[in-house]
């Protein structure tokens, strides 16, 4: 665990608004995956205040396609996990729910983090730091 990951001990989410954010795969149900990861952080304390999905290898037209099933886990933008625009709409719904923190389901490189938090404002951590990765 680096010293980064020590500073999201458990303890730190509690009471905090939390924003949830997930890049997922056409392959999962995205509403059931992001309650479940929802409940685990109020079990935490969290006040889960908003939630973004990132879909990868969906077409706009909302069916499977696209992307191979190998990509489907990579990031859509290696400096920033998700796409330009989910980082722009990230940015805004952040503003518009006051969230305090965002919580990223899948696991962050530590520019990926950086970038993020830079962005946003705010700081972000990943499901490894939660305890749930």
Request: hydrophobic letters at 40%; one cysteine or more; a positive charge.
């Amino acid at each position: 665990m680096t010293a980064h990951n020590r500073a999201f001990e458990k303890s730190f989410l509690v009471g905090k608004r939390v924003l949830v954010v997930g890049l997922l795969s056409p392959r999962v149900d995205a509403v059931h995956e992001m309650d479940q990861f929802a409940l685990h952080l109020r079990q935490l304390g969290a006040t889960v205040v908003g939630r973004l999905v990132q879909r990868r290898g969906v077409s706009r037209s909302n069916r499977p396609g696209g992307a191979r099933a190998a990509r489907l886990q990579r990031p859509l933008q290696l400096s920033t996990f998700l796409g330009s625009g989910k980082v722009r709409e990230l940015k805004e719904l952040c503003e518009a729910t006051h969230a305090e923190l965002i919580v990223v389901m899948n696991r962050l490189t530590p520019t990926q983090r950086r970038t993020l938090e830079e962005i946003t404002d705010l700081p972000v951590c990943d499901a490894v730091d939660t305890g749930h990765g």
